[in-house]
Structure formats: C-alpha cells, structure tokens
C-alpha cells in the first residue's frame, strides 16, 4: 500500500453508516455500536457537532471510490506547553476486507502531518489494554506509552 493510491477526505453524512459499520466490526465496538437501520438518530448529531467544531475533522481514507478507512483527529489548546496545541486521534477503523494492506499506516502519516500543519507539539491516542497488536502498531509508528490513562464511564 502506498500512500499515494488512498485519498483522505472529509466524511460527509452519506458516509455515516458505513463508518458505524466499521466502528461496530470488532468485537469491543460490537458492544458499544449500535449499526442497524435505519441508524440512531445520536450518529447523525454527533456527526452535524463534529462537522460544524473547526477543532475536529473526522476524515476518511478513500481507494477509489470505496471508504476504506476512518479517523476523528480533534485539536486541543492547553495551557501547558507554553499555550501550545495538541491532537488526539479516535476512532480509528480499517474496513475488514482490507486491513493488514498499509492502509492504517498511511492514514496516521496522514494525521500526523495534518497535526503539524495545525502547529501541534504533539499527537495523542488511547487504546483499549485489550488491544495488543494495536499498541505494537502505535509503538512502532513511534508513539510511546507515557503516561496511564484513566475513563470514568457515564450510565446512560
């Protein structure tokens, strides 16, 4: 896979379905998304509040005309660091049919740039502990596990 057969775009509303279905197409996503149809309503707000905040791009990686790839990167300003910037990058999904081609690599060399056109210091994830082959891809990619992360779940 090279980085030049994928195009990065945004997403758009038309794609929101495909994205619940690759975010649904594992098994820790199984038990949090909800992919049926028609489609929650929730999907579609979150999706209008992403689309309309300048500090959050949620960007699919395109072969062709097919959606191959998702990612959420969101840019935050902090105090620290001299008021400097930070991304953070969620929801990273590769379409089933085509993981273990690249395409995942590609999408975070995509995303790192895209940090440092936004003057980022720095770019950060989470990952689920029960992800193993998740956190060797990141380390690999050169991301360090630096610090613990802490979530406190909401009931809904």
């Known amino acids: 896979m090279t980085e030049h057969t994928l195009v990065f775009r945004p997403a758009n ?4 379905p495909l994205i619940v279905q690759m975010l649904a197409d594992d098994p820790l996503g199984a038990k949090r998304e909800r992919f049926e149809t028609p489609l929650p309503e929730s999907y579609m707000a979150a999706f209008d509040a992403i689309a309309s905040d300048s500090n959050n791009e949620l960007v699919v990686a395109c072969l062709g005309s097919k959606v191959v790839g998702v990612l959420q990167i969101t840019f935050i300003p902090y105090l620290t660091y001299r008021g400097g910037w930070r991304a953070l990058i969620e929801g990273v999904r590769i379409a089933a049919d085509v993981r273990s081609e690249g395409i995942g690599r590609c999408m975070f060399e995509w ?8 003057k980022c210091h720095l770019v950060q994830l989470t990952t689920d502990k029960a992800r193993p082959e998740a956190l ?21």
Do not use: P, T
């Open 111 to 118: 995303a790192i740039q895209r940090a440092r056109e936004r």
């Open 136 to 156: 060797r891809f990141y380390e690999n990619l050169g991301f360090v596990a630096s610090h613990e992360g802490m979530k406190l779940h909401f009931s809904n």
């Open 13 to 16: 509303r038309e794609d929101v």
